[in-house]
Antibody
Framework: QVQLVESGGGVVQPGRSLRLSCAAS????????MHWVRQAPGKGLHWVAL????????YYADSVKGRFTISRDNFKNTLYLQMSSLRAEDTAIYYC????????????????WGQGTLVTVSS | SYVLTQPPSVSVAPGKTASLTCGGN??????VHWYQQRPGQAPVLVIS???DRPSGIPERFSGSNSGNTATLTISGVEAGDEADYYC???????????FGGGTKLTVL
């Protein structure tokens, strides 16, 4: 069965960096576009970033553009999110999510989610 | 960027029908997807492309989309349906993957 397991969250000071990982299993990782979606405490869901199946294309929410970098290692079946210049408003649970569809036909929604990893930005 | 509006809360008695709305300008021209998030858990897809139900989702969950409103309908509501529900669309302008603010469904 599809499993997505995030790790790397923790408490970090404003302005510092942190890298999140998402280990994928149970499906052909190299054929799926992957995303990061975050949820601030007690708030709703917000899309953060997308990476195409082969890593050739990436897109970012305006709120993180220039500070976050999404990447993937299709040999290790792992998705990453490198976060830098962190701010208090980046405090959230970060979920990795699989986009339904094929490389040639993405479906623009998320059919599987990980359990999330909490990032707290605080001095 | 595109805005999706959901009522913050909806309450329904067990066994009754809950209608959760998601408003957006001409939303009928978008494919709307719905996620259920139980307390302390990750979101789960319950409806895709307006009205398609993924395998494993009970038939009690259905969706529709017309005009400026998409609706998630849960019939025969059970205590286990108590959760936050989010609608989502993909838009070619601004941040592409857009979520509504979510509706907390309370089973009385």
């Amino acid at each position: 069965q599809v499993q997505l397991v995030e790790s790397g969250g923790g408490v970090v000071q404003p302005g510092r960096s942190l890298r999140l990982s998402c280990a994928a299993s149970g499906f052909t990782f190299s054929r799926s576009a992957m995303h990061w979606v975050r949820q601030a405490p007690g708030k709703g869901l917000h899309w953060v970033a997308l990476i195409s199946y082969d890593g050739s294309n990436t897109y970012y929410a305006d709120s993180v553009k220039g500070r976050f970098t999404i990447s993937r290692d299709n040999f290790k079946n792992t998705l990453y999110l490198q976060m830098s210049s962190l701010r208090a408003e980046d405090t959230a649970i970060y979920y990795c999510a699989r986009e339904k569809g094929l490389p040639s036909r993405p479906e623009r929604f998320f059919d599987y989610w990980g359990q999330g990893t909490l990032v707290t930005v605080s001095s | 960027s595109y805005v999706l509006t959901q009522p913050p809360s909806v309450s329904v008695a067990p066994g009754k029908t809950a209608s959760l709305t998601c408003g957006g300008n001409n939303i009928e021209s978008y494919s709307v997807h719905w996620y259920q998030q139980r307390p302390g858990q990750a979101p789960v897809l319950v409806i895709s492309d307006d009205s398609d139900r993924p395998s494993g989702i009970p038939e009690r969950f259905s969706g529709s989309n017309s005009g400026n409103t998409a609706t998630l309908t849960i019939s025969g509501v059970e205590a286990g349906d108590e959760a936050d529900y989010y609608c989502q669309v993909w838009d070619s302008f601004g941040d592409p993957w857009v979520f509504g603010g979510g509706t907390k469904l309370t089973v009385l």
